[in-house]
């Protein structure tokens, strides 16, 4: 089946520094990526949809400047939290659209837990 | 605002019986639904989906069945098995909106015990 890693899958860090975690198709290309967060015993809330080689789509209420997404190949997309406070601290999942599946099949990453001090 | 609602956090079933897991939607423009299956440290996987065009889709020890008048979909598994314990989330697309976008609910935690 078709594999979506991510990296790190853990991180700690300060307040007031910046976190990039990636999210790579390992098997497939995959010109759509979506990035989801995970607050515990809450459902996983989409932050902004990733398209390789143009801007991506945000939800509202999530600020492009603080999260930064950038789908530069069709295997990668790369979240980073800038400037992140504890209340960023959260659990991120990156999923990927599968070029030969319907378009509602979305291959998850195992998630990035995020803590900031 | 939930579009997506699992109202039973947790689900605590015998092995061999059988687990129903419960998902009730607001958007009428959902018209694809699909269960996913998590285990603790790793990411949602797909499970089973049922399209607005049908009532019932069945997969093995897996069955879903839609309610469109009720707005409720549901998920059962029989007979279930302690590998099955895991969180299960529910979610909806509307396939003529926005590519892909899922809208999930909070997600049951199924435990099957021996």
């Known amino acids: 089946g078709a594999v979506v890693s991510q990296h790190p899958s853990r991180v700690i860090c300060k307040s007031g520094t910046s976190v990039k975690i990636e999210c790579r198709s390992l098997?497939?290309?995959?010109?759509?990526m979506f990035w989801y967060r995970q607050f515990p015993k809450q459902s996983l809330m989409l932050m902004a949809t990733?398209?390789?080689?143009?801007?991506?789509?945000?939800e509202q209420g999530v600020e492009k400047d603080k999260f930064l997404i950038n789908h530069a190949s069709l295997t990668l997309s790369t979240l980073t939290v800038t400037s992140a406070h504890p209340e960023d601290s959260s659990f991120y999942i990156c999923?990927?659209?599968?070029?030969?599946?319907?378009?509602?099949?979305?291959?998850f990453g195992p998630g990035t837990r995020l803590l900031v001090l | 605002d939930q579009q997506v609602k699992q109202n039973s956090p947790s689900l605590s079933v015998q092995e061999g019986r059988i687990s129903i897991l419960n998902c009730d939607y607001t958007?009428?423009?959902?018209?694809?639904f699909l269960w996913y299956k998590k285990y603790p440290a790793e990411g949602p996987t797909f499970l089973i989906s049922i399209s607005s065009i049908k009532d019932k889709n069945e997969d093995g020890r897996f069955t879903v069945f839609l309610n469109k008048s009720a707005k409720h979909l549901s998920l059962h598994i029989v007979p279930s098995q302690p590998g099955d314990s895991a969180v299960y989330f529910c979610?909806?697309?509307?396939?003529?909106?926005?590519?892909?976008?899922?809208?999930f609910g909070r997600g049951t935690q199924l435990t099957v015990w021996p």
């Open positions: 958007n009428s423009m959902f018209d694809y």
């Open positions: 979610a909806a697309s509307d396939r003529g909106s926005t590519l892909g976008r899922l809208y």
């Open positions: 098997d497939f290309q995959a010109t759509t």
């Open positions: 999923s990927a659209l599968h070029p030969d599946e319907i378009k509602e099949t979305q291959y």
């Open positions: 990733s398209n390789e080689g143009s801007k991506a789509t945000y």
